[in-house]
């Protein structure tokens, strides 16, 4: 049915239009790459809310309540998002909605992405879009917004209005964002140095306090162009914060000293001569920076911070060329710019804070993994020694028939009369009491009450329970304990059809160097998911192919690519999921077994040396099922 009334082209600052002492709706959101808010689900922003309530300097760790969240922490102090597993540090604030809007009812507008799955709009738009939609327009432009898109309302599509491609877009109900009651302060702050309590000790504790420590000092310093100090001679240095456009907040650390020039420096020195560093020499990129300040000088800090303050900082440093002298520590620079692993970030950011407290370091540009080998011609790739083939291909995987669920579960389980007083841990109900599928499933000759106990691990259950779990997997003819995770038979997976290549090539890995090396290929296209996989009939992404990964060319490493090959033969080796580094849905993942991807390196920690990686990933193979009592002479 055609919505009646005029389109409506979106005004800037159209305004919401409420008192400041009215109840909010907090939404919580994240800087990224393009500059653009994203806001954090409803489930996440009430966990956030919950987390501040407690402690307003507090982390918040995201993977609590979502599990593809599992590696990201938010510093609430710093107003930062925190990768634990890459370093990337961003932006994230606190901005605040009409009740009566989109998120204070629960509404979500989404638009279809390339691979089939939804994605949410800014939150802004979706405003917007809801506010036309309750006014009963039949259309809207986001041309105003920022995007050059057409929302039709009838046809619940957007179009780009330069190549004309229409998406589809749907509104569905989710759960209300939290409200909060009161005026909206302009800035709520805390003392820096403050102390609510013992930390806690354990590993990611200690990661966050100190990337927090790391990210004041970073955000201390981006407020003014230039660091002052004492006379530098010949050598002299100097950092230089560069500003971006996004950042609209307020200082952190408030002016605490007055230097040349009448500016105002958020870091003041004690003790020590005064004088100014200078800028002079070549590029970080090319050469290590060296910053030195005095030994006497003592750093003064009187912290605040702001819980609507956006933005993003980079951090420059210059050098003149020359010898680093001896004794300076050299800490590696990665993470500077947003992205790296964790520890060459902390590195960089632990060499601010020594430079601030008038520590000498040297900053050095860290090295880049190196992920592949020297080329190779293909007359130097050879057969790996002892396997026949090449190449191995798999396509779609057909369900083997004659598996009766009955049948399955019957083959490896043993009656048992004397039952123990404890719960059967798939339905939760006493051993001893009829399975909680009664009512539910009915098989022939296996009543509710019936209980097996598996040959190998001797865990008991009702049969009635195994069966229905055995429906939902793979219905391969395998049983897996869910108990103690001993496999039954011979377990296969979802992986989708591709190729797997293996060969030796004429060059060393780090820690082998008296071996070449075995390079394993593996390439799997996009593709459409079938019944075994989480969105039958949507389409699934396959990034990153094909993936190159290693292993020694020795006894052990022939044996691991033995087990490889079987594993990739019963599709175990990738499964389709969403992806713990993208947060991408519906695209191919690792299934549980952990590859050697970078060749020359192990600054990623998927390379080399590495010497009990060929023992663990033997471990892993046999928790698939892929044992070495499977290789045969």
Same mark, same amino acid.
């Given at each position: 049915?055609?919505?009646?009334?005029?389109?409506?082209?979106?005004?800037?600052?159209?305004?919401?239009?409420y008192?400041p002492?009215?109840?909010?709706?907090?939404?919580?959101?994240?800087?990224?790459?393009h500059?653009r808010?994203?806001?954090?689900?409803?489930?996440?922003?009430?966990?956030?809310?919950?987390?501040?309530k407690?402690?307003?300097?507090?982390?918040?760790?995201?993977?609590?309540?979502?599990?593809?969240?599992?590696?990201?922490?938010?510093?609430?102090?710093?107003?930062?998002?925190?990768?634990?597993?890459?370093?990337?540090?961003?932006?994230?604030?606190?901005?605040?909605?009409?009740?009566?809007?989109?998120?204070?009812?629960?509404?979500?507008?989404?638009?279809?992405?390339?691979c089939?799955?939804?994605?949410?709009?800014?939150?802004?738009?979706?405003?917007?879009?809801q506010?036309?939609?309750?006014?009963?327009?039949?259309?809207?432009?986001?041309?105003?917004?920022?995007?050059?898109?057409?929302?039709?309302?009838?046809?619940?599509?957007?179009?780009?209005?330069?190549?004309?491609?229409?998406r589809?877009?749907?509104?569905?109900?989710?759960?209300?964002?939290?409200?909060?009651?009161?005026?909206?302060?302009?800035?709520?702050?805390?003392?820096?140095?403050?102390?609510?309590?013992?930390?806690c000790?354990?590993?990611?504790?200690?990661?966050?306090?100190?990337?927090r420590?790391?990210?004041?000092?970073?955000?201390?310093?981006?407020?003014?162009?230039?660091l002052?100090?004492?006379?530098?001679g010949?050598?002299?240095?100097?950092?230089?914060?560069?500003?971006s456009k996004?950042?609209?907040?307020?200082?952190?650390?408030?002016?605490?000293?007055?230097?040349?020039?009448?500016?105002?420096?958020?870091i003041?020195?004690?003790?020590?001569?005064?004088?100014?560093?200078?800028?002079?020499?070549?590029?970080f990129?090319?050469?290590?920076?060296?910053?030195?300040l005095?030994?006497?000088?003592?750093?003064?800090?009187?912290?605040?911070?702001?819980?609507?303050?956006?933005?993003?900082?980079?951090?420059?440093?210059?050098?003149?060329?020359g010898?680093?002298?001896?004794?300076?520590?050299?800490?590696?620079?990665?993470?500077?710019?947003?992205?790296?692993?964790?520890?060459?970030?902390?590195?960089?950011?632990?060499?601010?804070?020594m430079?601030?407290?008038?520590?000498?370091?040297?900053?050095?540009?860290?090295?880049?993994?190196?992920?592949?080998?020297?080329?190779?011609n293909?007359?130097?790739?050879?057969?790996?020694?002892?396997?026949?083939?090449?190449?191995?291909?798999?396509?779609?995987?057909?369900?083997?028939?004659?598996?009766?669920?009955?049948?399955?579960?019957?083959?490896?389980?043993?009656?048992?009369?004397?039952?123990?007083?404890?719960d059967?841990?798939?339905?939760?109900?006493?051993? @001893? /009491?009829?399975?909680?599928?009664?009512? *539910?499933?009915?098989?022939?000759?296996? =009543?509710p &009450?019936?209980?097996?106990k $598996?040959?190998?691990?001797?865990?008991?259950?009702?049969?009635?329970?195994?069966?229905?779990?055995?429906?939902?997997?793979?219905?391969?003819?395998?049983?897996?304990?869910?108990?103690?995770?001993?496999i039954?038979?011979?377990?296969?997976?979802?992986?989708?059809?591709g190729?797997?290549?293996?060969?030796?090539?004429?060059?060393?890995?780090?820690?082998?160097?008296?071996t070449?090396?075995?390079?394993?290929?593996?390439?799997?296209?996009?593709g459409?998911?079938?019944?075994?996989?989480?969105?039958?009939?949507?389409?699934?992404?396959?990034?990153?192919?094909?993936?190159?990964?290693?292993?020694?060319?020795n006894?052990?490493?022939?044996?691991?690519?033995?087990?490889?090959i079987?594993?990739?033969?019963?599709?175990?080796?990738?499964?389709?999921?969403?992806?713990? @580094? /993208?947060?991408?849905?519906?695209?191919? *993942?690792?299934?549980?077994?952990?590859? =050697?991807? &970078?060749?020359?390196?192990? $600054?990623?920690?998927?390379?080399?040396?590495?010497?009990?990686?060929?023992?663990?990933?033997?471990?892993?193979?046999?928790?698939?099922?892929?044992?070495?009592?499977?290789?045969?002479?």
């Amino acid at each position: 049915m055609a919505r009646p009334g005029s389109g409506v082209l979106v005004s800037m600052g159209g305004g919401l239009g409420y008192s400041p002492s009215m109840a909010r709706v907090v939404v919580w959101e994240w800087l990224n790459e393009h500059g653009r808010w994203r806001p954090y689900t409803a489930a996440v922003c009430h966990h956030i809310e919950n987390v501040l309530k407690g402690d307003a300097r507090g982390t918040v760790i995201l993977g609590q309540v979502e599990a593809q969240l599992t590696p990201y922490v938010i510093d609430l102090q710093s107003m930062h998002q925190f990768r634990q597993d890459t370093g990337t540090m961003r932006p994230v604030q606190r901005n605040f909605y009409d009740p009566s809007s989109a998120p204070g009812k629960g509404i979500v507008w989404e638009w279809e992405n390339d691979c089939g799955s939804w994605t949410a709009y800014d939150m802004e738009l979706c405003v917007s879009i809801q506010n036309a939609y309750e006014k009963q327009h039949p259309w809207l432009d986001l041309s105003s917004l920022g995007f050059g898109y057409l929302v039709d309302f009838d046809g619940m599509s957007q179009t780009n209005r330069q190549s004309q491609r229409k998406r589809r877009i749907r509104r569905r109900m989710d759960l209300a964002y939290p409200l909060i009651a009161g005026s909206i302060p302009k800035s709520q702050s805390w003392p820096v140095g403050t102390n609510s309590g013992t930390p806690c000790t354990c590993q990611q504790c200690l990661l966050v306090h100190s990337t927090r420590a790391a990210s004041n000092a970073i955000l201390a310093l981006q407020q003014k162009r230039k660091l002052y100090g004492t006379e530098g001679g010949a050598n002299q240095t100097a950092a230089v914060v560069r500003q971006s456009k996004t950042f609209a907040g307020t200082s952190l650390w408030s002016p605490t000293a007055t230097v040349a020039g009448g500016h105002h420096n958020n870091i003041s020195t004690g003790g020590g001569g005064g004088g100014k560093v200078g800028m002079s020499g070549a590029n970080f990129p090319c050469t290590p920076a060296l910053v030195t300040l005095p030994a006497n000088h003592m750093l003064t800090i009187n912290g605040q911070n702001n819980l609507n303050r956006p933005g993003t900082q980079r951090i420059t440093v210059t050098a003149p060329r020359g010898a680093i002298p001896p004794g300076v520590p050299a800490l590696p620079v990665k993470n500077l710019t947003g992205s790296g692993p964790v520890h060459p970030a902390l590195a960089g950011m632990t060499g601010i804070l020594m430079c601030a407290a008038g520590l000498p370091v040297c900053l050095t540009r860290a090295p880049k993994p190196i992920l592949h080998p020297p080329p190779v011609n293909k007359s130097d790739l050879k057969p790996v020694p002892g396997i026949n083939s090449i190449r191995r291909k798999t396509k779609k995987k057909h369900i083997r028939k004659g598996k009766n669920p009955e049948d399955v579960v019957r083959r490896y389980t043993e009656k048992t009369k004397m039952l123990p007083d404890e719960d059967c841990t798939i339905c939760m109900e006493r051993l @001893t /009491t009829a399975s909680g599928y009664e009512g *539910v499933l009915s098989f022939k000759g296996i =009543k509710p &009450e019936m209980v097996g106990k $598996l040959g190998k691990c001797g865990h008991m259950y009702h049969l009635l329970c195994l069966v229905a779990m055995y429906n939902n997997g793979n219905k391969d003819g395998s049983l897996q304990c869910p108990t103690c995770k001993a496999i039954y038979g011979e377990k296969t997976g979802t992986q989708p059809p591709g190729k797997m290549e293996y060969h030796v090539i004429p060059h060393s890995l780090p820690g082998y160097s008296e071996t070449k090396t075995i390079r394993i290929v593996y390439d799997i296209p996009a593709g459409i998911q079938t019944s075994e996989h989480p969105n039958p009939g949507k389409k699934f992404s396959a990034r990153g192919f094909p993936r190159h990964c290693y292993l020694p060319d020795n006894e052990q490493g022939r044996r691991v690519l033995k087990l490889l090959i079987m594993a990739w033969d019963r599709h175990l080796i990738f499964t389709i999921g969403t992806s713990s @580094t /993208t947060g991408e849905t519906d695209t191919v *993942v690792w299934n549980e077994i952990h590859h =050697k991807t &970078e060749f020359g390196s192990n $600054l990623t920690g998927h390379g080399y040396p590495d010497p009990n990686y060929l023992d663990n990933v033997m471990r892993e193979l046999a928790a698939q099922g892929v044992g070495e009592d499977n290789l045969k002479d």
